[in-house]
């Protein structure tokens, strides 16, 4: 164990120093590549994602997916250092994507590395380290389904300090029109566009979706962009919103587009995208129930990840916290990994052994 967890400490570290911004994860899928290698596993790599199945797979089992992403976002300016090395420090392992979700990668592939060579498991395993997570580009792990085996359930490594998320809220995203009629700005006008989108802006903030979740709470709608006219002087046609909605597990992303496109107050409301659905585990799982014997707690989780395109029941866990995630000087505990490696394979000799 100790000799798995150094390697895959080391591995972190070379993936830190490998740039891999999303849809640019060529050369870290080259080190994963390296990692199936050197331990004799065979794997597939397609497009930039790298992909392997246990070795005693069984089509007459269900199969578990263990997933993780290898790209990250570019690194802000507050970084004071080089994001792109990886320094130890007082027992914290700096560097871009160390959090995440390096350390809940290597994590990951170390346990499918334990498991690998092991018969008579109870589930099949399949591991995806997979590219576009951050960009939820066409090419991640949406474009991976239809080549992995079946999935019946699925553990996404993602920083929950090894908590069991066992809920995420979905995503959608609205593109809005305001009207107005467009005029010189020296002349009177009653239908000012931009004056017309306070009532609208006001009912974005006072609107509430009826439906509260146990798990994820209330749904969350942001207007988070705006933009109107190109001149002093002149009034423009048009304002354009951007409205950000976090959804719950009690609507599916169809639900929410239906009742704005039916009641918001906008000349046009239009969904960008309807896939990033909400996801969520049944707490009577046996993987839930595993963790919560070995000490983990439940909770809903905020932020969205590759869960978002999974349609079987997922759970996302992983070392790190998400508060570190696309922060300044980004930073893993080396004992959060340690631990990480430790619980993951703690819960699946209690599920799949």
């Known amino acids: 164990m100790e000799k798995l967890t150094n390697e895959a400490i080391d591995l972190l570290k070379n993936l830190i120093e490998t740039e891999s911004f999303s849809s640019e994860e060529d050369q870290t899928a080259a080190l994963i590549e390296n990692w199936f290698k050197a331990n004799q596993i065979n794997y597939t790599r397609t497009k930039n994602n790298v992909w392997a199945i246990n070795k005693y797979f069984d089509k007459s089992k269900p199969t578990l997916l263990l997933n993780s992403h290898h790209d990250t976002v570019k690194p802000n300016n ?3 250092k080089d994001p792109f090395k990886a320094i130890v420090d007082n027992g914290k ?35 995806v380290a997979s590219a576009e997570e951050e960009s939820s580009g066409p090419n991640g792990l949406n474009s991976m389904l239809s080549i992995i085996p079946k999935v019946d359930v699925a553990i996404v490594g993602e920083p929950t300090l090894m908590h069991l998320a066992v809920a995420e809220k979905g995503l959608v995203v609205f593109d809005a029109v305001v009207k107005g ?19 609208v802006l006001k009912w974005f903030r006072d ?5 509260s979740s146990e798990a994820l709470g209330d749904v969350k709608m942001t207007v988070t962009q705006i933009n109107a006219g190109k001149q002093h002087n002149a009034v423009p046609a048009d304002v354009k919103l951007v409205i950000d909605v976090r959804v719950n597990d009690k609507y599916s992303n169809q639900d929410i ?13 239009v969904p960008r995208s309807l896939r990033l659905n909400s996801s969520s585990i049944p707490l009577e799982h046996d993987l839930v129930k595993a963790g919560l014997s070995i000490g983990r707690t439940t909770y809903g989780s905020p932020t969205l990840s590759d869960q978002a395109v999974l349609s079987c029941p997922s759970l996302k866990l992983g070392p790190g916290d998400s508060t570190r995630s696309h922060s300044a000087d980004e930073f893993i505990y080396l004992n959060e990994i340690e631990e990480g490696i430790k619980i993951y394979i703690e819960l699946l000799n209690k599920v799949i052994v």
Request: aromatic content about 12%; proline content about 4%; charged content about 10%.
């Open 257 to 269: 587009a239906d009742l704005l496109v039916a009641n918001a107050p906008c000349d046009s409301i």
């Open 93 to 127: 392992l700096y560097g871009l994507g160390s959090n995440d979700a390096g350390g809940c990668l290597v994590s990951l592939i170390a346990t499918f590395t334990h498991f690998y060579a092991q018969e008579n498991l109870k589930y099949n395993l399949v591991i």
């Open 181 to 199: 009629t467009p005029s010189h700005a020296a002349h009177p006008n009653n239908d000012n566009a931009i004056y017309n989108t306070i009532e």
């Open 78 to 80: 507050g970084y004071t």
């Open 207 to 211: 609107f509430t979706f009826k439906k």
